[in-house]
DNA sequence: GCTTGACCTCAAGTTAGCTTGAAGTCGTAC
DNA sequence: GTACGACTTCAAGCTAACTTGAGGTCAAGC
């Protein structure tokens, strides 16, 4: 398979060099070998990139990221923690959808404000619903 | 109403106290006045609150969320500003979709190897369509 | 053989979003 | 009235994820 340098990969993944760089350096992507000085990447370092992109967006970390696809083109980890990485996704998206209906309803509402517009009340209470787990309080009990 | 003063929102929030500090400090929350030193905050703040979290697992920066939601419980911008972040969180959980199945395909493919399954291939080709706009080479137009 | 431009390294800088720590101020319970 | 714990300020520190810049290398086209 013919490979490309940097600048290509650059273009066509719409990452820029210098992150490429950067994850490479911290194991993330590999380039195969050098021409001269120049990094050589084999095509399927495309996906990877796409697939790192969409744990971004997902809200992982890179370092969640690596330990999720691994090292070579292999997708790691037990499967219930992957199922369970899906499930929090399921989850997430629900958030995304009351924050997408608050907003849609928002742009169309006529009522004067949104405070007295039961839809958007409505909505509010979802939101508020959703807000559970995430930081742990000094003082609560200690059990997982 | 009664005011709570920062521990109660804190544990009702979730949010760390600090962190109360902070979003006060750049203007994303307000506390009504002070009993001595002591914030008082309004009830209210808690839905303003779910609001910024689920803002935050939205991917928004803070300074975005101040822009959508603004100084006093009202959701601000224009209309069609409103449209197009809620067509972002539609992108966005299409997103999440295709990792959340991917994530799940895997843990149930049994197949020896995930580049061999074409379901999985379907996926990473999903994956790789959703890789548009972003990062601008910059040897592109300057067309927007 | 020389120029050019795309690459290279390495260290330092940047931004967002918080957290931590030291030192001080209160109001409530005893 | 004093001790306690929950608050206060302010400056400094931290992490993730990159970017920037200075200075250097090299292959391909002229």
New interface residues.
Partial sequence: MKMMDIGEV??R????PS?LRYYEEIGLIRSDKRHGLRRQFDPDV??R???I???R???FTLVEISA?IGRD???YLP??E??A??DD??R??A??????D???H???CKAP???ECPTFRKL?KA??R??????R?P?ASNRP
């Fill in positions: 650059s273009k993944a719409g990452v820029p992150t495309l996906s990139l796409a697939l992109a969409l744990g967006t997902a809200g999720i083109g292999e997708l499967r219930d992957l199922r990485k899906a996704l399921q997430q998206m958030k995304l959808r009351i924050l997408r608050t907003l849609r928002v742009a169309d404000s949104h405070l509010m939101a508020l959703t807000e559970k787990r995430g930081y309080h003082n």
